[in-house]
């Protein structure tokens, strides 16, 4: 599901500074008719005060009243303020009152630092509002698009994971198809075989007999082990891998593991050297059988007929140490830690492996890890063969149970 974009809020100005926003957006005659209305009213405000209020502080005033407009109005509308503030300062405050003669030369020289004072800040601060304007617009259209290149950023992330979900379901599904379709046609054509000899009463040699139940047999326990590989991985996808741990040996297990293994295919030599003095471990022996059986078929699959599988084990520091050694090219560096990712099945034109679903290893890692235990390639991109162990780690109670 895509996600909508997030919606930002931010505060509301204030009645007047939204008042004032929307005038300075209005023609400029509107803006210069209220701004000098508004420094008309501040003059008059002031007039009845002349008394009380030096003429600088009332010259003051009136910048401050300019100001207010050059930051609110716009500069064309501070220019029309200054100027009318310019002559009622005269007119009403400098001497002789109410006339716009002046009889000090001092207040000349006021009137003219007033009125420059005036027009200066004016535009300046009108300048400066106008900056401020545009580096809020460009703030909010920075704001516009990071919204737009985060929900953009977001769509295409999960269009990615939607596209590459379909591609595990679609190789998955495929995988699945292929794998149950083998033994299943294999099985078919085995019974068909003997079902037609026993309809038609034909005899059947006892060797093709034999041949024909060994392959009902063999492919049952493939598509056993296939479901089985199912039922694994949907525990470990959902988190409920509980183990029904107990005090096993080492050698029950491994014994387990071998037989299951040699059932499977005989062309390969499994050969097991695990002493006799390892403790016991509380572990689930069918969960830690299904990961050395894995090992070791995976050992099968990618080395030579015939060749060797060795499974040995000892004692270390923290626990007991597992190894399942093949006699097969290696693994490639690179696929070292791959290799435990559901569905890696690595390069398959190194070596002739059978199609699969490429489960075994990442169900087999996380047996080992509900153990509490690590499983790793050791030393890989060597051509001498590829070595898995897994490392199990022994309580201290352990050491003191008879084997």
Not at 366 to 372: K, S, T
Request: charged share 20%; hydrophobic share 45%.
């Amino acid at each position: 599901m895509l996600t909508a974009p997030i919606a930002y809020n931010y505060p509301e100005r204030g009645f007047t500074m939204q008042i004032l926003s929307y005038l300075s957006r209005k023609n400029i005659a509107l803006r210069s008719f209220l701004s000098v209305l508004f420094i008309s009213g501040l003059i008059g405000a002031l007039a009845p005060l002349h008394r009380a209020l030096s003429v600088t502080t009332i010259g003051f005033t009136l910048l401050l009243g300019v100001l207010f407009i050059s930051i609110h109005m716009g500069s064309k509308p501070a220019l029309a303020a200054s100027v009318v503030a310019m002559l009622g300062y005269n007119f009403f405050f400098l001497p002789p009152l109410l006339t716009l003669t002046i009889e000090d030369p001092q207040n000349w020289v006021a009137l003219a630092a007033f009125s420059i004072t005036a027009v200066v800040t004016g535009q300046l601060s009108a300048h400066a509002r106008q900056r401020a304007l545009e580096a809020e617009e460009a703030r909010l259209e920075s704001e516009r698009l990071y919204r737009e290149l985060r929900c953009a950023f977001e769509i295409a992330s999960q269009t990615e994971a939607i596209k590459r979900s379909e591609q595990m379901k679609s190789a998955l599904l495929d995988a699945v198809t292929h794998d149950l379709r083998t033994p299943l046609t294999s099985i078919r054509a085995a019974a068909t075989t003997l079902r037609k000899a026993y309809v038609s009463g034909q005899h059947i040699e006892s060797e093709l007999e034999e041949e024909l139940i060994g392959m009902v047999d063999e492919e049952s326990l493939h598509l056993d082990q296939l479901i089985s590989n199912f039922v694994e991985l949907a525990r470990v996808e959902s988190g409920h891998m509980l183990l029904k741990t107990s005090w096993s040996s080492l050698q029950d297990v491994t014994g387990v593991a071998v037989k299951r293994a040699e059932r499977m295919s005989g062309e390969h030599a499994i050969v097991v050297e695990i002493p006799d003095t390892l403790p016991l471990l509380n572990i689930d022996e069918r969960a830690l059988s299904e990961v050395v059986y894995t090992l070791i078929d995976n050992a099968k699959k990618y080395s030579p007929p015939r060749s060797k599988v060795t499974v040995t084990a000892r004692m270390s520091e923290s626990g007991i140490e597992v190894s399942v050694h093949d006699e097969g090219i290696g693994i490639a560096a690179e696929d070292a830690t791959r290799v435990f990712q559901k569905f890696y099945r690595g390069d398959e034109t190194r070596v002739s492996a059978p199609h699969g679903l490429g489960v075994g290893l990442s169900i087999a890692k996380a047996i080992v890890e509900a153990h509490g235990g690590v499983i790793w390639v050791d030393q890989p991109g060597g051509a001498t063969g590829t070595t898995i162990k897994f490392h199990i780690p022994v309580r201290e109670e352990s050491l003191c149970l008879p084997n």
